[in-house]
Structure formats: structure tokens, C-alpha cells
């Protein structure tokens, strides 16, 4: 199956400081999309992406479609400690039929 | 709108048992998908459904995994028998159209010693 790389693994930040992440993949995209799940919990979608070069907000995230469509990015800005959790990115290849998800980018935010 | 909901939250059983777990997805979502998450992964593709037929199941190991869609609405995921790295949580999403997004349910952590 395809491989989509997340980095940073791991993150630890202050509250308040803003956060960067991105997902990186040898293949071409249509779609993005950016997950949050929490413990025990199923992923929430946060921001969908269908353009090269789309710019997408979500409240304080803003993600967006890399214009190779081989990556993207996800930024929150003025973290807090409920921003908490693991980030996914899911891709859907230009000649795939599904979803493909990240390995996932684990956020802890210190108070 | 109700969200997906998935039973049982948590199961444990021992290896070469049998295990099913349920899924009942948003209603008027006509494609619904059984993912696979390890500990420390992300979310992998075992079978995708639109309405009661297979899209792809290429990812489901077929000789002791099952799934249906009666009726294409709930669908439950069968294992027998469990192995040990059948450990993990499965998790059900559904969507209205594929490229819309999931919307995915708490999950099934399952267990097996």
C-alpha cells in the first residue's frame, strides 16, 4: 500500500506556542485529510483539502494541500491543553481507491 | 446527527477463539469501511462497503476475516480464530461519498492472549 510519512513523531510544546506538522508521500494525491483522535476515541475529521496549493482553516488549524499533491501540512496556532492527542493525515492517491493514513504525529501540550 | 456506533468497547479472548464486532453507521451513509489500528499506527483499510456490496476487501485477511453488510446498513466484522497479532482496535467509519471524509465510530479494542 502507499506510505504516507508524518513528521515530527512527537511533540512536546508550551500552551500558547504554535504547532507545525506535516505528512510527506513518494506518490501523487486528490485528496487530504487531517484527523485528530484522542484516547480511546475514533479519529474526528478537522479540515478537508481537494486542491494543489489549497489553504484551508479550522478555527486555529490551518492545513494545506502541498502543490507537488505529494504532501501537507497542518499548523495550530496558540496551542492549548485540549489541542492533546495524535494527529493523522489520510491521503487518496491519484490512482488508488481508498484512504491511506499517516503514521500519526503525537501532540502533548504543557500548561 | 447520531454518530457511528460500534459494540462491544473493549473485548478480550484468548488465541483460536471467535470474535464479532458490530457496526451500525450514519444514517443515509452509504459506504461504510472496517479499518484496523495497531498500537502506534495509523488506521489500515480491511474492507470497504457501498451500500450492501464490496468495493475492496484486498487488505482483509480472508482466511480468518469476514464481514457483511446485510441490507446496507449495520455490518459486522468476524474473526476465526483469533491470533495474537489480531490485537488492536478496529474501528468503523462511514461516509456519504468516499471522498467526503469519514466519519468514524469509538472503536473496538480487542485483546487476545
Known amino acids: 500500500g502507499q506510505q504516507l510519512n508524518q513528521s515530527p513523531q512527537s511533540m512536546f510544546i508550551q500552551e500558547g506556542e504554535d504547532v507545525s506538522m506535516n505528512c510527506t508521500s513518494s506518490?501523487?494525491?486528490?485528496?487530504w485529510l487531517w484527523y485528530k483522535q484522542d484516547p480511546g476515541e475514533g479519529p474526528v475529521l478537522l479540515i478537508a483539502l481537494y486542491k494543489a496549493g489549497e489553504l484551508t482553516s479550522n478555527g486555529r488549524l490551518t492545513a494545506q494541500f502541498g502543490i507537488t499533491r505529494k504532501d501537507s501540512f497542518l499548523n495550530i496556532s496558540a496551542s492549548i491543553p485540549s489541542d492533546v492527542g495524535i494527529y493523522f493525515c489520510a491521503g487518496y492517491p491519484n490512482t488508488g481507491n481508498q484512504f491511506y493514513f499517516g503514521t500519526g504525529t503525537s501532540l502533548t501540550v504543557i500548561p | 446527527e447520531a454518530g457511528v456506533a460500534q459494540s462491544p468497547r473493549y473485548k478480550i479472548i484468548e488465541k483460536r477463539q471467535s470474535v464479532a464486532f458490530w457496526c451500525n453507521p450514519i444514517s443515509g451513509h452509504a459506504t461504510l469501511y472496517w479499518y484496523q489500528q495497531i498500537l502506534g499506527q495509523g488506521p489500515k483499510l480491511l474492507i470497504q462497503f457501498q451500500n450492501n456490496g464490496v468495493v475492496d476487501d484486498s487488505q482483509l485477511p480472508k482466511d480468518r476475516f469476514s464481514a457483511e453488510r446485510l441490507k446496507g446498513v449495520d455490518s459486522t466484522l468476524k474473526i476465526q480464530p483469533a491470533k495474537l497479532e489480531d490485537s488492536a482496535v478496529y474501528l468503523c467509519a462511514s461516509s456519504f461519498q468516499p471522498l467526503g471524509g469519514y466519519t468514524f465510530g469509538s472503536g473496538t479494542r480487542l485483546t487476545v492472549v
Open positions: 506518490s501523487i494525491f486528490n485528496t
